[in-house]
């Protein structure tokens, strides 16, 4: 099995995954366009503070990230 992959946007949108982080963290296919987000993925979606050990460490961490990616950029909306 190979590491797991992904690639994200500046607003942390998932891009394009590999298939072990789809062992890992499930199929982003099954998620519509738009809602493929490690925000959406780490806050909303039920049972991750379980799946991920370090989750109350991580979600400080992922909310600095995302405030610090805020852009008044058009390209970025």
């Known amino acids: 099995m190979s590491g797991t992959a992904h690639l994200t946007g500046?607003?942390?949108?998932?891009?394009?995954?590999?298939?072990?982080?789809?062992?890992?963290?499930g199929d982003w296919s099954v998620v519509p366009d738009g809602r493929r987000n490690w925000?959406?993925?780490?806050?909303?979606?039920?049972g991750q503070r379980d799946l991920l050990a370090s989750w109350r460490a991580?979600?400080?961490?992922?909310?600095?990230?995302?405030?610090g990616n805020r852009t008044t950029r058009s390209w970025c909306r």
Do not use: E, H, M, Q
Not at 39 to 46: E, V
């Open 58 to 67: 991580k979600a400080p961490d992922y909310v600095g990230y995302l405030r």
């Open 39 to 46: 925000g959406r993925f780490l806050f909303g979606s039920p």
């Open 10 to 25: 500046p607003r942390g949108d998932v891009l394009a995954w590999n298939i072990t982080t789809t062992a890992l963290f």
